[in-house]
């Protein structure tokens, strides 16, 4: 793929709220180039979610363009389908969230290996090959109970991975997490950017987290702040 792995332009997203609207993104420019390592820094509301949720083909912009992966997905005027959405997100973007979304009764590898199934091609040694990827190979057999809070993100990193994606976004990833924890999981996220090449943006309202990345993306109220840095 030639080009910003995601390319934003004056995007917009605005919620009814009864008979009022809430802009949540007030147009936002935002490119991401192949490989990058980069995070969204707000305080809560800011709209780090809701770029995300854009970027990620959850939700569709109000306004604005904005391709992914070298495909248009909005112009203004028209948006993808909910199929091709869905192929957007299984082909291309990993997704991590605050919450783990791990199913109880599964193992960690059969929790990893879940997505697999949408293609019709389960594979465990691919499971456990991205378990062991992130530090989980002696946690192949356990069930999210007898995982801790940073074990368990693991294995939805894992899982988000199953399908090789070029971009992995991450809500807020270490915010039930103790700070030793936290940092065992930027770690993770590092590694996988530095040995996999893989495209990283994570929201996050840490200030000391977020100035461990190699670019930090302010938002506030909606729109991309002043003060972006990038550790060249």
Not at 38 to 63: E, H, I, Q, W
Not at 67 to 89: H, K
Not at 121 to 126: F, G, N, S, V
Request: glycine share 10%; net charge negative.
């Amino acid at each position: 793929m030639n080009g910003p792995i995601v390319q934003a332009t004056s995007l917009q997203k605005t919620y009814p709220l009864g008979r009022q609207k809430v802009e949540a993104l007030k147009g936002i420019d935002m490119r991401l180039e192949q490989g990058e390592f980069a995070v969204l820094l707000g305080p809560s509301g800011a709209g780090k979610t809701t770029t995300l949720n854009l970027v990620g083909c959850l939700d569709r912009p109000s306004g604005g363009t904005l391709s992914v992966a070298g495909t248009e997905v909005f112009n203004g005027r028209s948006s993808l389908s909910e199929g091709r959405l869905d192929t957007m997100r299984r082909e291309h973007i990993g997704l991590v969230f605050t919450e783990f979304f791990l199913i109880p009764t599964l193992t960690a590898t059969e929790n990893v290996a879940l997505p697999m199934l949408w293609t019709g091609k389960p594979d465990r040694d691919r499971a456990v090959e991205l378990l062991e990827s992130v530090g989980l190979g002696h946690r192949l057999t356990h069930r999210p109970a007898e995982l801790s809070g940073g074990e368990m993100q693991r294995v939805a990193i894992a899982r988000s991975l199953v399908n090789d994606p070029g971009l992995l976004l991450a809500d807020e990833p270490t915010g039930n997490l103790d700070t030793k924890t936290r940092d065992e999981i930027f770690a993770v996220l590092r590694k996988l950017n530095e040995e996999r090449g893989l495209t990283v943006l994570v929201a996050t309202h840490d200030h000391e987290l977020a100035e461990r990345f190699s670019r930090v993306i302010p938002i506030r109220d909606g729109r991309i702040a002043g003060g972006e840095h990038h550790d060249n």
